[in-house]
């Protein structure tokens, strides 16, 4: 976008210039690169300032906008505008007051708040093995108790197994070595 139009019309409303350094430095914007504007001293609405070598604020309506009267064109429209400032030193102002309007934690890089590590693990090999708990009963005291379910259950399955299809032991496997042949085409 062009920082600066052309103007077709070489018509301006007649008042004298609108000074930079009579206004408040927060009511125009002369960035390089940025479109110029300014605060209409009339409509106190903010409009382009248009020209190259000529510069005046853009025509524009009154602000009646809607409040039952007819828009009329604003009395501050085509005002010439004159520059009779320092840019720089207008724009260093201007960076400083937004530097100072806004908070110092937002100034700040943000401090970073690391977690604490936590210790590391014991090594597997440093855990000493729990002992285990002395037993009451001796282990052929438990293998008597159980011995007599043990049998009977060994009993139904050599029974179950006689009656089987044969071989009880497993299937005859081959011990010969299966080759198959691949037909040969003459």
């Known amino acids: 976008m062009s920082t600066k139009r052309r103007l077709r019309s070489k018509r301006t409303n007649g008042r004298e210039a609108l000074r930079l350094s009579t206004i408040k430095?927060?009511?125009?914007?002369?960035?390089?690169?940025?479109?110029?504007?300014?605060?209409?001293?009339?409509?106190r609405a903010w409009y382009q300032i248009n020209g190259v070598a000529t510069l005046r604020v853009a025509e524009h309506c009154g602000t009646d906008r809607g409040h039952g009267k007819?828009?009329?064109?604003?009395?501050?429209?085509?005002?010439?505008?004159?520059?009779?400032?320092?840019?720089?030193?207008?724009?260093?102002r201007q960076d400083r007051l937004i530097r100072d309007a806004m908070p110092a934690e937002n100034r700040r890089a943000a401090r970073?708040?690391?977690?604490?590590?936590?210790?590391?693990p014991v090594p597997v090999h440093r855990i000493a093995a729990p002992r285990p708990a002395e037993r009451t009963i001796p282990r052929t005291a438990q293998w008597k108790r159980v011995e007599a379910a043990v049998s009977r259950v060994d009993m139904q399955r050599q029974k179950q197994m006689a009656g089987g299809v044969p071989p009880v032991d497993g299937p005859d496997v081959t011990t010969d070595t299966v080759r198959r042949e691949t037909p040969r085409w003459s």
């Open 112 to 120: 970073q708040f690391h977690k604490p590590l936590g210790a590391p």
């Open 25 to 43: 430095p927060e009511e125009f914007n002369v960035r390089p690169g940025e479109q110029m504007a300014t605060v209409c001293q009339d409509c």
């Open 70 to 92: 007819p828009d009329v064109g604003c009395p501050g429209s085509n005002r010439l505008v004159v520059v009779d400032i320092d840019v720089k030193a207008w724009q260093a």
